[in-house]
């Protein structure tokens, strides 16, 4: 059987980001079994290059786009993007590359603004959006919030949700929690270093639960531009003795880490649907994170963690003051949230379902026997569970 061929785009795969991670992820699945997936590098993420060379490499991208399409015989073409401007305007030009030479489009959306914000204040940029978005044909996106807003938008135009993945194997293996309360609470953040990810609150958060009588510890891991003035930060407001830096982490040394962790900790400004909270919930570690993105269609207020509002750094201290005073729901916080992601957010879900798609755009393709529709398994809603303890944020 002649299997499809789809180019793939985003950055260079060695490079750290979540559109990486994804295609990583997507390769090193069944999916690249029964298709013949091709990267593209797209984006400077994971390269070492000079302004002009960045420069040059952008201006031959699409050229090298349509040899990549044509000599391939490619039969999809599968744009991995976010609703920034720099990345909308590179790829609406690999967009009218891939329908130039007929090749099936999909338009997979990695956070970024909503489309009705994009170009709010510039009326005929919005009608030239609107007109490049009714091209692709499927647009990905992440979150039920995208999902509603692009519909509003895009009337017509064929949508899906399709949420992150991972591969939760490696987790499994660290314990569920079980947490003393004659020992620090121990929180961990693992993510870029800037400041959108809400880590000035964190600290804020982390000083206001001390003032609260909350003994609690925060390990933070990866590197970013706000390292430097986190470290001054914490060191002013008198907590730096209860904040270490631990640098990037990846792999085992990941799953190390969350080994040694109670609360994973999130308070993004906004978000698509972050890898390291899937992985985190996969290492059963509840989470303390904003209601931004997808984070809401994951994670459910007072049974996974708690949902605090954004640039909220009062309610992020009476979460912690929640969980470290009732260490006793942490461990059943634990298996919900191992229970979540195994349910739904495994690759091979994801895999399933970009196979039916791929061959639903590709109706010469027959669809492989091992990702039959009645096989690929939806994201599940989440059962009820136990009461829900209060604390500061939206309710689910």
């Not at 593209?40 to 490499?57: I, M, P, T, V």
């Not at 050229?63 to 490619?74: G, N």
């Not at 009608?127 to 519909?151: C, G, M, Q, S």
């Amino acid at each position: 059987m002649n299997r499809p061929i789809v180019v793939v785009t985003g950055p260079d795969r060695r490079a750290i980001s979540g559109i990486s991670t994804h295609v990583n992820l997507l390769f090193g699945s069944r999916l690249a079994e029964d298709c013949e997936l091709v990267h593209f590098r797209a984006g400077s993420q994971g390269l070492a290059e000079s302004f002009l060379g960045r420069w040059l490499r952008l201006a031959a991208s699409p050229f090298v786009l349509f040899a990549t399409i044509l000599f391939r015989h490619a039969s999809v073409v599968h744009i991995n993007t976010s609703m920034v401007p720099p990345a909308y305007w590179r790829d609406v030009v690999y967009l009218f590359v891939a329908k130039l030479l007929r090749a099936r489009v999909v338009w997979q959306v990695h956070g970024g603004k909503l489309p009705q914000d994009f170009f709010a204040e510039h009326s005929l940029l919005s009608r030239f959006l609107h007109w490049t978005l009714t091209l692709p044909d499927l647009i990905v996106l992440l979150a039920k919030v995208e999902d509603n807003a692009y519909r509003v938008f895009l009337p017509g135009q064929n949508i899906a949700v399709m949420a992150n993945a991972i591969d939760y194997g490696p987790f499994q293996r660290v314990p569920t929690v079980r947490s003393r309360e004659d020992y620090p609470l121990r929180l961990v953040f693992v993510g870029r270093l800037d400041r959108g990810k809400g880590l000035y609150e964190t600290l804020q958060g982390l000083r206001l639960a001390h003032e609260l009588g909350v003994d609690a510890r925060l390990t933070i891991a990866g590197e970013g531009p706000e390292e430097a003035r986190l470290k001054r930060y914490a060191q002013a407001l008198g907590i730096a003795s209860r904040v270490s830096f631990a640098g990037g982490v990846f792999g085992a040394e990941k799953v190390n880490l969350f080994a040694q962790a109670e609360v994973f900790i999130l308070p993004s400004y906004s978000e698509g649907l972050p890898y390291a909270l899937l992985e985190a919930m996969a290492a059963g570690i509840p989470v303390i994170a904003t209601p931004v993105g997808a984070i809401p269609d994951v994670v459910s207020h007072g049974t996974h963690g708690f949902l605090v509002p954004p640039r909220d750094g009062k309610a992020i201290a009476e979460a912690i003051a929640a969980l470290g005073n009732h260490r006793d729901q942490l461990t059943w916080m634990s298996r919900a949230c191992r229970r979540r992601v195994r349910a739904a957010f495994g690759i091979e879900r994801l895999a399933a379902e970009f196979a039916q798609r791929y061959a639903e755009l590709c109706s010469g393709f027959p669809l492989p026997a091992s990702f039959g529709t009645a096989n690929v398994a939806r994201p599940a809603p989440e059962p009820a569970t136990a009461a829900k303890a209060p604390v500061a944020g939206p309710k689910e």
